[in-house]
Protein backbone atom coordinates (compact mmCIF):
# COMPACT_ATOMS: atom_id res chain seq x y z
CA UNK A 1 0.00 0.00 0.00
CA UNK A 2 1.29 3.42 -0.20
CA UNK A 3 2.29 5.46 2.07
CA UNK A 4 3.69 9.02 1.59
CA UNK A 5 5.97 11.32 3.97
CA UNK A 6 6.29 15.04 3.85
CA UNK A 7 9.63 16.74 5.48
CA UNK A 8 10.95 19.85 5.17
CA UNK A 9 8.90 22.21 7.53
CA UNK A 10 9.59 23.98 9.92
CA UNK A 11 10.03 28.00 11.21
CA UNK A 12 11.14 30.76 8.57
CA UNK A 13 11.10 34.76 8.58
CA UNK A 14 8.05 36.54 6.08
CA UNK A 15 10.12 36.68 2.41
CA UNK A 16 12.34 33.23 3.04
CA UNK A 17 11.96 29.60 1.34
CA UNK A 18 11.72 26.37 2.14
CA UNK A 19 11.20 22.58 -0.03
CA UNK A 20 8.91 20.51 1.10
CA UNK A 21 9.59 16.47 -0.13
CA UNK A 22 6.90 14.35 -0.09
CA UNK A 23 8.57 10.44 -0.27
CA UNK A 24 6.43 7.38 -1.35
CA UNK A 25 7.03 4.01 0.20
CA UNK A 26 5.39 0.63 -1.00
CA UNK A 27 4.39 1.73 -4.50
CA UNK A 28 6.20 3.68 -7.65
CA UNK A 29 5.13 7.43 -7.54
CA UNK A 30 5.03 7.56 -11.17
CA UNK A 31 2.23 5.36 -11.05
CA UNK A 32 0.03 9.10 -9.29
CA UNK A 33 -0.31 12.55 -9.70
CA UNK A 34 0.43 14.49 -6.55
CA UNK A 35 -0.63 17.36 -4.54
CA UNK A 36 0.22 19.65 -2.17
CA UNK A 37 -2.84 20.99 0.49
CA UNK A 38 -2.43 22.86 3.23
CA UNK A 39 -4.87 23.60 6.20
CA UNK A 40 -4.35 26.61 8.80
CA UNK A 41 -6.27 25.88 11.98
CA UNK A 42 -9.65 27.19 12.35
CA UNK A 43 -9.49 26.94 8.02
CA UNK A 44 -10.53 24.79 5.61
CA UNK A 45 -7.72 22.51 3.50
CA UNK A 46 -7.57 24.53 0.30
CA UNK A 47 -5.25 23.32 -2.31
CA UNK A 48 -1.64 24.31 -3.24
CA UNK A 49 -0.35 22.70 -5.97
CA UNK A 50 -0.38 19.53 -8.01
CA UNK A 51 1.60 17.48 -10.62
CA UNK A 52 0.27 14.70 -13.26
CA UNK A 53 2.40 11.19 -12.74
CA UNK A 54 4.37 12.53 -15.76
CA UNK A 55 5.37 15.65 -14.83
CA UNK A 56 3.77 17.59 -18.10
CA UNK A 57 0.89 19.29 -15.95
CA UNK A 58 1.55 21.18 -13.32
CA UNK A 59 -1.35 23.25 -11.35
CA UNK A 60 -0.98 25.91 -8.43
CA UNK A 61 -3.75 27.51 -6.26
CA UNK A 62 -3.68 31.66 -7.66
CA UNK A 63 -3.09 32.63 -4.11
CA UNK A 64 0.73 30.95 -4.27
CA UNK A 65 0.96 31.50 -7.87
CA UNK A 66 4.66 32.60 -8.83
CA UNK A 67 5.83 31.99 -5.32
CA UNK A 68 6.22 28.25 -4.93
CA UNK A 69 6.90 25.72 -7.86
CA UNK A 70 6.18 21.63 -7.86
CA UNK A 71 8.36 19.77 -9.30
CA UNK A 72 8.89 15.34 -9.13
CA UNK A 73 11.45 13.35 -9.48
CA UNK A 74 10.22 9.93 -9.96
CA UNK A 75 13.96 8.25 -10.11
CA UNK A 76 13.68 9.08 -6.36
CA UNK A 77 10.44 8.85 -5.40
CA UNK A 78 9.74 12.10 -4.67
CA UNK A 79 7.83 15.16 -5.16
CA UNK A 80 9.07 18.48 -4.30
CA UNK A 81 7.56 21.72 -3.33
CA UNK A 82 9.76 25.07 -3.58
CA UNK A 83 8.09 27.63 -1.46
CA UNK A 84 9.49 31.14 -1.92
CA UNK A 85 8.41 34.82 -0.83
CA UNK A 86 6.95 33.26 2.26
CA UNK A 87 3.95 34.88 4.27
CA UNK A 88 2.63 35.47 7.48
CA UNK A 89 -0.74 33.93 5.82
CA UNK A 90 1.02 30.48 4.32
CA UNK A 91 1.89 29.20 7.84
CA UNK A 92 -0.75 25.62 7.88
CA UNK A 93 0.01 22.24 8.40
CA UNK A 94 1.36 20.96 4.55
CA UNK A 95 -0.14 17.57 3.01
CA UNK A 96 0.63 15.90 -0.02
CA UNK A 97 -1.76 13.47 -1.58
CA UNK A 98 -1.55 10.45 -4.50
CA UNK A 99 -3.95 10.17 -6.84
CA UNK A 100 -5.03 9.64 -11.02
CA UNK A 101 -6.01 12.91 -11.79
CA UNK A 102 -4.08 15.44 -10.93
CA UNK A 103 -6.68 18.43 -9.71
CA UNK A 104 -6.94 20.85 -7.34
CA UNK A 105 -9.38 18.89 -5.52
CA UNK A 106 -9.22 17.25 -2.21
CA UNK A 107 -11.21 14.34 -3.42
CA UNK A 108 -9.84 13.28 -6.35
CA UNK A 109 -7.21 12.17 -4.07
CA UNK A 110 -6.40 8.66 -2.12
CA UNK A 111 -3.34 8.43 -0.16
CA UNK A 112 -2.57 10.96 2.24
CA UNK A 113 0.63 11.88 4.34
CA UNK A 114 0.70 12.95 7.98
CA UNK A 115 1.87 16.56 6.87
CA UNK A 116 4.24 18.73 8.14
CA UNK A 117 4.16 22.03 9.96
CA UNK A 118 5.74 25.61 8.05
CA UNK A 119 5.26 28.41 10.46
CA UNK A 120 5.86 31.37 8.93
CA UNK A 121 6.80 34.60 12.16
CA UNK A 122 9.40 37.13 12.40
Known amino acids: QLQLVESGGGLVQPGGSLRLSCTAS????????IGWFRQAPGKEREAVSC????????SYGEFVKGRFTISRDNAKNTVYLQMNSLKVEDTAVYYC???????????????WGQGTQVTVSS
Open 97 to 111: AAGVYGLLLADEYDY
Open 26 to 33: GDTLDNYA
Open 51 to 58: IDDSGDML
